[in-house]
């Protein structure tokens, strides 16, 4: 029988041959995309009015070539007449695998109404769905603000997001304030996201905003927030370089604007990222005969963490918002909820609804309320009816935390 036996240099040779294992599985992650060639992530955005449009993406496995989508103003059921309209399909290298996204931007629609949809293709549908398009005109309604859903667990983000939506049956969409996952170039990350998410995606419309983390690899390094636009069909009406990445759209009678304030994460891809969006927004603001509006971007003017108040973004936007009469700013990444008032314009933090939380954060001079939501996530809900603005602050359990209200004399 022989003697199995390694020498030195074998020995040596293993060992580093386990450390390259090692290294090489730290650095690229082992798993896979769980898509199959039943549909998944199904997603409804607006890319054009809410009133006549909808935009419903959702995701396959890549040998899923065609995707359609079947609409009907019934009930959909096998014997209700449907339109069947055909996806636009584009195949999507993540760092995990490759999957297709298909998306249909559906146009025409009646306006405060309640559409059917399923998509698939083959034998493969999704159960059907339902969505509501915007009234014409300056009717009262309800969105929702999610913050930052970033976690260890997206767990917790999925019990904060079926909580509000169950308890707003009545919101006509959500915003995601950035930092909706930890690593927005890992795909992993928005796998977890979407999973937490389905139940509620499908029926509710999200229009999100890009924070820092979304600009993050799993290198930790600085990127254009691919992933984040690769998977949510936007508006393009912003900055040609940013289209999809910063935008506008009105609801009723509000125009919403939403701006990308990492100047410093996409410094040496987009040097002129915060000139570029004041020379936009001056023309942006200025067209809009809305009466309320509104803009929400990542990171505060007015913050809670110790470095306080960012002057880049300050000096590119606050001059704009008085100048135009923005009557509120929608923040997070500080993962508190505060509001604080400078000549006219509210600044509001908008909490967490995900898992991280900060013990540095801290009340400052200028905030009129301030709560480190600490023990619990929470959410937040903004009513526009008439001259009234109206919001309410919730904790992950549906307990008020804080309510105000704006009201417009002209
Ligand atoms: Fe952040």
Redesign the pocket.
Known sequence: MRQMSLSKKSIHWLIGFALVCLCWSATFPVSAVTATNSPDHITLTWMDAPQTTQTIRWRTDSNTATGWLRLSQATLRQTAEYRQIEAQTRTWQTNTGVVNLHTVNLTGLKPDSVYSYQVGSGEHWSRPQQFRTAPDGPAPFKFLIMG?S?SLDYGVWRTTLHKAAADHPDAAFFVAM??LVDVGQDYDEWEAWFAAAAGVLETLPVMPIV???ECYTPERRFSRPEYFNAQFALPRNGPPELAGQVYSFDYGDVHLVMLDSQAGEQARLIPDLLEQQKQWLSVDLAATDKRWKLVFM??PIYGNKPDGILENLRQAFEPLFEQYQVDAVFT???HVYARSGKNGVWHVATGRTGTKTYKTVEAKPWNRVFINPVERPMYMSVTLSGNMLIVGVFGQTGELLDSWELHKTK
């Open positions: 930052d970033q950035g930092d924070g820092n983390h990542h990171r997070a990444h500080d």
